[in-house]
């Protein structure tokens, strides 16, 4: 995959196929380690012990869609090619968390992407679902700031019966995570980003 963001939305894929009701997705950057961290995890069906041994095999799948799963792979594969690692921890009945750490300054990194496009999409594309997406970086010199959107908590302001989905709620939470992100990348800012 040409960005990181599109390997995100294909393991967010594969929670949702596991049943899952909330799904986190946690982006970190820390520039004094040189490290960009992705991790996303749910409450889904897990996976057996078996299972997560040989879900790094791009002839591996449980979907039944498609007779080959190249989403875990390949993240696997962008992370250790830059140097990082990865890991997978699933529990039957609890769920799955898949982190892939990589190194920025590697020349075999790609890019992360539109993140902010793919959780929006995702919240779109799955209103009756949740989703808590929390970007964390931190310069070098400097202390760690991050901002969160928990649609959780969307969904205490607008009310039950208002769909995440509605057109001007997708133009809220695009807006939110553009402003967002654009503030905490900023180097030397005098306020964090903002919380919901």
């Known amino acids: 995959m040409r960005e990181l963001s599109l390997n995100v939305m294909d393991i ?3 929670s949702i196929s596991a049943g899952a009701s909330l ?18 995890g749910d409450n889904g069906r897990g996976m057996t012990p078996e299972q997560v041994e040989h879900v790094t095999d ?18 696997k594969m962008e992370a250790e090619m830059t140097g990082g690692r990865f890991s997978i921890e699933s529990t039957v009945g609890v769920g799955t968390t898949t982190t892939a750490v990589f190194k920025p300054s590697s020349v ?6 539109d993140i902010n496009g793919t959780i929006s999409m995702l919240v779109m ?14 310069p070098r010199g400097e202390e760690r700031r991050e901002f969160a959107l ?19 709620v997708t133009q809220w939470v695009n807006d939110y995570l553009s402003e967002n992100t654009s503030e905490l990348l900023t180097k ?9």
Not at 28 to 36: C, F, G, N, P, W
Not at 58 to 75: K, Y
Not at 152 to 164: C, I, M, Q, S, Y
């Open 12 to 14: 967010a894929q594969n």
């Open 108 to 113: 075999d990194m790609i890019p992360l992407g």
């Open 125 to 138: 594309m799955n209103p009756d679902l949740d989703f808590l997406y929390t970007r964390g970086y931190r």
């Open 188 to 196: 030397d800012t005098q306020e964090g980003a903002r919380d919901i």
């Open 58 to 75: 791009p002839f591996f799948t449980t979907r039944t869609t498609r007779s080959v799963g190249l989403g875990v792979p390949l993240f």
């Open 150 to 168: 928990d649609t959780r908590e969307l969904r205490t302001v607008l009310g039950e019966d208002v769909p995440l989905n509605l057109p001007d």
């Open 23 to 40: 799904i986190t997705v946690t982006v970190e950057e820390d520039e004094a380690l040189d490290e960009l961290s992705i991790s996303i």
